[in-house]
């Protein structure tokens, strides 16, 4: 992006329209995308930006791409040491044999129910 930027500046300054050290710091920081803004906004409120050399920001703002990448590759390689452990599922239905157990139940609820009908 840096050189790119450079390019379009010097190509500017052929053409009679010259930007300052300041202004260029500002264009620079407000083309940056939104995932970038709490480093423009640390960038902004830590250092003067009238006074903040071109080179100054760009080694700053590689510095911040540098250990985000880092970052990711360390998420990455985390997620690759991660062991997924996996079991295996029974056959057997506990519902069914649940449902034997209720009906087993009920049937000896009943049947003493009748037995202290007929002799009650």
């Given at each position: 992006?840096?050189?790119?930027?450079?390019?379009?500046?010097?190509?500017?300054?052929?053409?009679?329209?010259?930007?300052t050290?300041?202004?260029?710091?500002?264009?620079?920081?407000?083309?940056l995308?939104?995932?970038?803004m709490?480093?423009?906004?640390?960038?902004?409120?830590?250092k003067?930006?009238?006074?903040?050399?071109?080179?100054?920001?760009?080694?700053?703002?590689?510095?911040?791409?540098?250990?985000?990448?880092?970052?990711?590759?360390?998420?990455?390689?985390?997620?690759?040491?991660?062991?997924?452990?996996?079991?295996k599922?029974?056959?057997?239905d506990?519902?069914?044999?649940?449902?034997?157990?209720?009906?087993a139940?009920?049937?000896?609820?009943?049947?003493?129910?009748?037995a202290?009908?007929k002799?009650?």
């Amino acid at each position: 992006m840096f050189v790119r930027f450079t390019n379009i500046i010097n190509s500017l300054q052929s053409l009679n329209k010259c930007y300052t050290n300041s202004e260029m710091v500002r264009k620079i920081l407000r083309c940056l995308p939104k995932s970038w803004m709490p480093k423009v906004t640390a960038i902004e409120e830590a250092k003067d930006l009238n006074t903040l050399p071109l080179e100054e920001l760009l080694g700053s703002l590689m510095t911040h791409e540098m250990t985000i990448k880092n970052h990711e590759d360390d998420e990455e390689q985390d997620k690759k040491k991660k062991k997924v452990i996996a079991f295996k599922s029974s056959t057997k239905d506990s519902s069914e044999e649940d449902s034997d157990d209720k009906m087993a139940l009920i049937t000896r609820r009943f049947k003493k129910y009748l037995a202290k009908k007929k002799f009650g």
